[in-house]
């Protein structure tokens, strides 16, 4: 079904190939500009991008960029200098994290700035670049740290420059005005990091931290956990991590892919930014789609409010053909692959949000239910077992969906599912529960003519048994 996950992904625009080659004979070496093209269609329309027309922005370096190629594509820059305004800046662009939670990048920054100038001896921030990717069906995180890790590390010097500034401290090249900088990342992403941060000037000032392989270790408080105990576990947050993270001092989680977005903006500025995606989604984002075979993996950059139909059509698949879309990843949402816009910014019913960038579609010859129990098995068991929801509630939740799934004919296993999640809902000491009862929720309503044929002793799906 797929190609290797860390080769050079197959980009969303036919001419990306022909563009990139261009610039190299053309001999390009001052700064570029990358200017989006908008396609046939890709004109606001209500809100909603139709077209996935873009030209690569987070990958215009082309494949294994290294430090020369990257200057050569981008041009010099200290992003050092960008940090005075550069909140502000992120404001003006509408920037959301590309992690999951799309919180407002400068809002977040800003709660972390604002905590590290109180008292009398201010306390020096942090800030974190997270590439953890612990979601089995994402790997756009890996994909940029691959292909484009100096853009990761110029909007992590950046960011931390800014919060440096806020602080009343002055930047300098090294030590982003005593902002400490930290990449976490899966081992096999952590020989490019190193790679590139050997490349550059200063680039040895940023500490680098594996992060295990596990669904919770890119949890905000996990990450935390994971560099100050060695224990990638989500902590219980009496205090947000801007008031006191890491050693206790104010500290900021950001994705990778966010961080590379920051260094665009710095760079080109915020209407630049707004010159792809919707009013209120702005800017691209990556994706990382997958399905059935001879479906290949595929990682896209596409407008914010782009049709979830286009993104399909673009890896190769007819929407016609596809049962439903898990969009968000494990945490996310089962929809039918018909007309929604890909936005956390949408309506209900006309958008699904995006959430870690994942797009993953199952064919009609495959079981909704059986698919999401199979998901909901390992979710059961990556929890932290540290409340009981994650202890007990979401065993308890797969066991009943595992029953479902084999064809057990009780009708009342539906609405005991249905029971256990709004028990576990909202109740954990992080979001895994809630966000796991969130994915089942969602397969009890695309997948309601199912659940009923199984609890009948059969399956809808062509040739498929229940049992």
């Not at 625009?13 to 990139?20: A, E, H, I, L, T």
């Not at 200290?78 to 992690?99: D, F, H, I, K, N």
């Not at 500290?251 to 915020?270: D, S």
Request: aromatic share 6%.
């Amino acid at each position: 079904m797929s190609q290797p996950r860390d080769s050079y992904p197959q980009t969303s625009q036919d001419n990306y190939q022909d563009s990139y080659q261009g610039r190299q004979h053309n001999g390009h070496q001052d700064a570029y500009t990358p200017v989006p093209r908008q396609g046939p269609g890709g004109s606001y329309r209500d809100g909603i991008q139709d077209s996935i027309r873009q030209e690569p922005r987070l990958l215009a370096a082309g494949p294994d960029a290294g430090w020369a190629r990257h200057l050569d594509t981008f041009g010099q820059w200290e992003p050092q200098a960008a940090g005075p305004g550069l909140l502000e800046v992120l404001a003006e662009s509408g920037l959301t994290g590309r992690g999951g939670a799309a919180f407002e990048t400068w809002r977040k920054a800003t709660a972390t700035a604002g905590t590290g100038r109180k008292g009398l001896f201010a306390a020096r921030p942090v800030v974190i670049a997270n590439g953890a990717e612990g979601e089995p069906l994402s790997f756009k995180d890996r994909t940029l740290l691959a292909h484009a890790p100096h853009l990761v590390i110029d909007g992590l010097i950046a960011l931390a420059a800014a919060l440096g500034q806020t602080g009343g401290r002055t930047s300098s090249q090294t030590s982003a005005g005593g902002t400490s900088m930290y990449v976490y990342a899966p081992a096999a992403s952590l020989p490019r990091v190193k790679q590139a941060l050997g490349e550059r000037p200063g680039g040895k000032k940023i500490r680098v931290v594996q992060a295990p392989e596990t669904f919770i270790s890119g949890e905000s408080s996990a990450v935390v956990n994971m560099i100050e105990n060695g224990t990638a576990l989500p902590t219980d947050q009496r205090r947000r991590l801007s008031e006191s993270g890491l050693n206790g001092r104010p500290t900021l989680v950001v994705n990778v892919e966010t961080l590379a977005q920051v260094a665009l903006i710095a760079r080109y500025g915020a209407q630049w930014f707004r010159q792809a995606g919707t009013a209120t989604d702005p800017g691209t984002r990556l994706v990382s789609v997958s399905g059935p075979a001879p479906t290949r993996d595929v990682v896209l950059e596409v407008p914010g409010g782009v049709q979830l139909s286009a993104v399909l059509k673009e890896a190769g698949m007819d929407p016609g053909s596809l049962s439903a879309v898990l969009v968000g990843g494990y945490h996310g949402r089962w929809v039918r692959p018909a007309d929604h816009a890909l936005t956390p910014a949408g309506a209900p019913g006309r958008a699904v949000r995006p959430g870690a960038g994942v797009i993953h579609a199952l064919d009609l010859q495959t079981c909704g239910i059986q698919a999401t129990a199979r998901i909901l098995n390992y979710l059961a068991g990556q929890s932290a077992r540290q409340c009981g929801p994650c202890m007990f509630g979401l065993p308890a939740m797969a066991s009943v969906l595992n029953r479902i799934a084999g064809g057990e004919t009780n009708p009342r296993l539906s609405s005991e599912l249905d029971r256990l999640g709004r028990l576990v809902s909202g109740r954990g000491a992080c979001r895994h529960p809630e966000g796991t009862t969130g994915m089942v929720s969602s397969a009890l309503e695309v997948f309601a003519a199912d659940f009923r044929a199984h609890l009948s002793g059969y399956c809808t799906v062509p040739g498929g048994v229940a049992a």
